[in-house]
């Protein structure tokens, strides 16, 4: 069966920092587009960060450039998203989602991933 587990959201100060974890059972990281999508309040679902697990290609929206960075540990089966100075409209639900293969990254959209995962709060107060 496959498990998108995720953790690590809370909430924080502007500036601060946080580490999303999203542990994967099931499948291997390798055969996987795998990352996280987010959704603030009234608005759509966004991609925030993926990483193709075949070739280590990475993506990032535009506004989090610079500050988040994905990793995973292949050996855990587990992706992380650390996200550092971080700005109240980083405030969303984020979701751990995956996509089998080796998608194009920027062009993936929330509901047309293979798995999701329940989504973890980051709140962020300025």
């Known amino acids: 069966e496959v498990q998108l587990q995720a953790c690590g959201g809370g909430s924080v100060q502007a500036g601060e920092s946080l580490r999303l974890s999203c542990a994967a059972s099931g499948f291997a990281l390798g055969d996987y587009a795998i990352g996280w999508f987010r959704q603030a309040p009234g608005k759509e679902h966004e991609g925030v960060s993926l990483l193709r697990g075949g070739d280590g290609t990475t993506y990032y929206l535009d506004s989090v450039k610079g500050r988040f960075t994905i990793s995973s540990d292949n050996a855990k089966n587990t992706v992380y998203l650390q996200m550092n100075s971080l700005k109240p409209e980083d405030t969303a639900v984020y979701y751990c989602?995956?996509?089998?293969?080796?998608?194009?990254?920027?062009?993936?959209?929330?509901?047309?991933?293979?798995?999701r995962g329940k989504g973890t709060l980051v709140t962020v107060s300025s």
């Open positions: 989602a995956a996509k089998r293969g080796s998608p194009y990254l920027p062009a993936l959209h929330y509901y047309g991933m293979d798995y």
